[in-house]
């Protein structure tokens, strides 16, 4: 399959890679929109949270601990941060394989555009 995230995730395609372990890669997104914004993605390709299944389940309990490690490793605990993931097109996912932004340092606005 065709997948940049599932080439990245495999080391195929390079990236700014920040963490990787046997479930999950992490690393820099390419067009920042904010002075820290990495994605936190499975190896295993699902396309999005709308396709999770119970036999996925751990491993999103692994993923999101690791983007707290990951969060509080950038110094993003004192202040915060958010953690977005975008589904379909009504939010304008692009990467059709399921990834988590964690995006921090700068203050945010809420309701999202
Ligand atoms: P989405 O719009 O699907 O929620 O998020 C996709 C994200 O992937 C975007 O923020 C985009 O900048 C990032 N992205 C797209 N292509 C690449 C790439 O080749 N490398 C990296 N590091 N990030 C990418
Ligand atoms: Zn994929």
Redesign the pocket.
């Known amino acids: 399959m065709d997948c940049?995230f599932c080439e990245?995730a495999h080391g195929r395609?390079p990236?700014?890679i920040i963490h990787e372990d046997e479930y999950c890669v992490a690393?820099?997104?390419?067009?920042p929109?904010a002075p820290v914004h990495f994605?936190v993605v499975p190896k295993h390709h699902i396309p999005s949270i709308a396709d999770i299944t119970e036999a996925d389940q751990r491993i999103l309990g692994h993923v999101l601990k690791i983007i707290a490690i990951l969060a509080n490793d950038k110094g993003l605990n004192e202040n915060g941060y958010r953690v977005v993931s975008?589904v379909g097109r009504n939010a304008?996912?692009?990467?059709p394989h399921l990834?988590f932004?964690i995006l921090g340092g700068r203050s945010m606005n809420w309701p999202p555009g």
């Open positions: 940049l990245i395609v990236a700014e690393f820099n997104d390419i067009n929109q994605l975008n304008q996912q692009t990467v990834h932004h």
